[in-house]
């Protein structure tokens, strides 16, 4: 059973920054880890993945601005997110995809970027 725990999202002014931890644990291989979001009357979309090699991957509205990092020994994925703006503002969700193909997702974590 793999679990994600998510932390480090919050309320913070446009132009400030905030940054996401995700643990995963488990007897797993990790290949993927990423990022999405879901903002309130939106689909959820890919922020920022991360193979196992540091091969990364950025939607364009956050490139520039928000930078993804992981630790293969300790399965943990991070997101830094810099001059956040207000259509920031969604739910943040910690993703694994392991070797066999199948998805985890962690809980959700609330960013709020005030104007």
Same mark, same amino acid.
């Given at each position: 059973?793999?679990?994600?725990?998510?932390?480090?999202?919050?309320?913070? *002014?446009?132009?400030? +920054?905030?940054?996401?931890?995700?643990?995963?644990?488990?007897?797993?291989?990790?290949?993927?880890?990423?990022?999405?979001?879901?903002?309130?009357?939106? *689909?959820?979309?890919?922020?920022? *993945?991360?193979?196992?090699?540091?091969?990364?991957?950025?939607?364009?509205?956050?490139?520039?601005?928000?930078?993804? +990092?992981?630790?293969?020994?300790?399965?943990?994925?991070?997101? *830094?997110?810099?001059?956040?703006?207000?259509?920031?503002?969604?739910?943040? #969700?910690?993703?694994?995809?392991?070797?066999?193909?199948? #998805? #985890?997702?962690?809980?959700?974590?609330?960013?709020?970027?005030?104007?």
């Amino acid at each position: 059973q793999v679990q994600l725990v998510e932390s480090g999202g919050g309320l913070v *002014q446009a132009g400030g +920054s905030l940054r996401l931890s995700c643990a995963a644990s488990g007897s797993i291989l990790i290949n993927l880890m990423g990022w999405y979001r879901r903002a309130p009357g939106k *689909q959820r979309e890919l922020v920022a *993945q991360i193979s196992s090699g540091g091969s990364t991957n950025y939607a364009d509205s956050v490139k520039g601005r928000f930078t993804i +990092s992981r630790d293969n020994a300790k399965n943990t994925v991070n997101l *830094q997110m810099n001059s956040l703006k207000p259509e920031d503002t969604a739910v943040y #969700y910690c993703s694994v995809r392991i070797l066999n193909g199948a #998805y #985890y997702w962690g809980q959700g974590t609330q960013v709020t970027v005030s104007s």
